[in-house]
């Protein structure tokens, strides 16, 4: 009985996934959602459900870890916003089959899957294809692939205080091309 009134929340938990294809491997939309954890909580009425203890949720290449991972459904039953909280979350994505793994870690990573948009808080570091950008807070857009970093303003309570941003940019790899003549 209670897997019949879980069902929608799990059923709009894969659309909204599914949904979120312009920033993963194509395949990863058609792919299963796995969600591991110790403890499960769900609650249709206000489309909230809460999973803590190492909670691992994976669909295709994307993969989200932490403490504690919250997921909110918007009043359509649609996914609005993944929570997750942990010391460190982590987000993982391959964006497409020729490009390397991109990887996130916070205290706090939150997911707006309709803005496919990730907002890390405390801790915050984005790894891609060997670039990094750590700070306060870093909102990473998905789609575009670009990072905007600072303070983290406003309520957001930060463990480590970073005044400034610290990003490592790797060149560019130069390709081997043939001498001209003489």
Excluded: C
Aim: glycine share 8%; proline share 5%; no cysteine.
């Amino acid at each position: 009985m209670r897997l019949v009134k879980t069902l929608p929340l799990l059923l709009g938990l894969g659309a909204a996934l599914g949904s979120a294809s312009a920033w993963s491997l194509p395949t990863d939309r058609d792919q299963p959602i796995h969600i591991q954890s110790d403890d499960a909580q769900l609650d249709d009425k206000k489309g909230v459900a809460t999973y803590k203890g190492n909670v691992i949720i994976t669909q295709g290449s994307m993969k989200i870890t932490g403490n504690t991972v919250t997921i909110t459904r918007n009043a359509q039953g649609e996914v609005d916003v993944f929570t997750s909280v942990g010391n460190l979350a982590y987000y993982e994505q391959k964006p497409a089959v020729d490009k390397p793994i991109v990887q996130a870690y916070a205290v706090t990573i939150q997911y707006y899957a309709g803005q496919d948009r990730i907002v890390l808080i405390d801790k915050a570091k984005v790894i891609n294809d060997g670039n990094t950008s750590e700070g306060e807070k870093i909102v990473y857009d998905t789609v575009r692939q670009v990072v905007t970093a600072g303070r983290a303003n406003g309520g957001a309570k930060v463990t480590t205080p970073r005044p400034r941003i610290d990003m490592v940019i790797q060149p560019k790899k130069k390709t081997d091309q043939p001498q001209k003549a003489q």
